[in-house]
């Protein structure tokens, strides 16, 4: 039989189009398609949420693909070890409590199958700013990352979500907007954001995990973003506590919903 450019064409609308209208109204949305954002989206899924990811870019994956400096391989301590195997990712010791693993697998394992759990993603889009109601953050606010790039004045679309997670990395892009508009109010000790601090990752490892809250009514933030938020040093390419606390936030959402 023929192949039909029209129908190609049609199928690809068809489909995006379902695609978008059926995720109009979230349990959960998440910015950032890094480890931490793809591992929450994995076990929200995972437990039937319905949960759809936004990603500037092309590629989700984040900061895991280029490794350490773009020694593409990453380094995962003991405790987030069960997270690669659940995932199917293979590691090695390297001593004891260093793991180490391929960060073209991990990147492109997380992404397959968070996916796979039922996670729908929207790549090259960009959140720009958020939906709210008075103090409680509502959904996002999207438009194309070429729209962004190319600086066009087109207005945004707006998705409706139960909760957003902020896993934008060290840019925390949602707290941010939020910040902006509820100057001094977020739910860290100054009412601020912190900041990232210099790279400690013993500390940073752990801090993750804390971090790992709600900063504003509806807002949660998860991986670089929560250090970022909170006032957390950076940890270099040790991604444990990235995956950990995707699959922190997951957890906590899961009892909220
Ligand atoms: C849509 C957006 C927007 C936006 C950003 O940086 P990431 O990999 O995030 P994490 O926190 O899961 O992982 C951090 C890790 O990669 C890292 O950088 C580490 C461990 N650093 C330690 C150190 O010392 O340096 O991914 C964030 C993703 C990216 O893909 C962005 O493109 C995307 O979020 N993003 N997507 N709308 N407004 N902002």
Same mark, same amino acid.
């Given at each position: 039989?023929e192949i039909?450019?029209?129908?190609?064409?049609?199928? %690809?609308?068809?489909?995006?189009?379902e695609?978008?209208m059926?995720n109009?109204?979230? &349990?959960?949305?998440?910015?950032g398609?890094?480890? /931490?954002?793809?591992?929450?989206?994995?076990?929200?899924?995972?437990?039937?949420?319905?949960?759809?990811?936004y990603e500037r870019?092309?590629?989700m994956?984040?900061?895991?693909?280029?490794g350490?400096? $773009?020694?593409?391989?990453?380094?995962?301590?003991?405790?987030?070890?069960?997270i690669?195997?659940?995932?199917?990712?293979r590691?090695?010791?390297?001593e004891?409590n260093?793991?180490?693993?391929?960060?073209v697998?991990?990147? /492109?394992t997380?992404?397959?199958?968070?996916l796979q759990?039922?996670?729908?993603?929207?790549n090259?889009?960009?959140?720009?700013?958020v939906m709210?109601?008075? &103090?409680? #953050?509502?959904?996002?606010v999207?438009?194309?990352?070429s729209?962004?790039?190319?600086?066009?004045?087109? &207005?945004?679309?707006?998705?409706?979500?139960?909760?957003? %997670?902020d896993?934008t990395?060290?840019?925390?892009?949602v707290?941010?907007?939020v910040? =902006? =508009?509820?100057?001094?109010r977020? $739910?860290?000790?100054?009412?601020?954001?912190?900041?990232?601090? /210099?790279?400690?990752? &013993?500390?940073?490892?752990?801090?993750?995990?804390?971090?790992t809250?709600? #900063?504003f009514?509806?807002?949660?933030?998860?991986? $670089?973003?929560?250090?970022a938020?909170?006032g957390g040093p950076?940890?270099?390419? %040790?991604?444990?506590g $990235?995956?950990?606390s995707g699959?922190? #936030?997951a957890?906590?959402?899961? /009892?909220?919903?």
């Open positions: 039989m039909n450019e029209v129908v190609i064409t049609k199928a %690809i609308i068809d489909r995006y189009y695609k978008l059926a109009l109204e979230l &349990d959960v949305a998440i910015v398609g890094g480890p /931490s954002g793809l591992v929450a989206g994995y076990y929200l899924a995972k437990a039937g949420k319905k949960v759809a990811l870019k092309l590629s994956g984040g900061g895991v693909w280029g350490g400096m $773009m020694f593409n391989e990453i380094v995962v301590q003991e405790a987030a070890k069960p690669l195997d659940e995932f199917g990712i590691s090695r010791e390297y004891k260093y793991f180490t693993a391929d960060s697998e991990s990147a /492109s997380f992404c397959s199958k968070a759990a039922g996670l729908t993603v929207f090259c889009m960009s959140v720009e700013d709210m109601r008075t &103090d409680q #953050v509502m959904g996002l999207l438009n194309w990352s729209v962004e790039m190319a600086g066009l004045h087109i &207005d945004p679309l707006t998705v409706r979500a139960k909760f957003v %997670i896993t990395g060290h840019a925390t892009e707290v941010n907007v910040y =902006k =508009k509820v100057p001094g977020l $739910m860290t000790p100054t009412g601020e954001i912190e900041g990232e601090k /210099s790279m400690w990752s &013993d500390k940073a490892e752990t801090l993750t995990l804390e971090n809250k709600e #900063v009514p509806g807002l949660y933030v998860a991986g $670089m973003a929560a250090n938020t909170f950076r940890m270099g390419p %040790i991604f444990g $990235m995956l950990l699959k922190k #936030v957890e906590e959402l899961i /009892s909220r919903l």
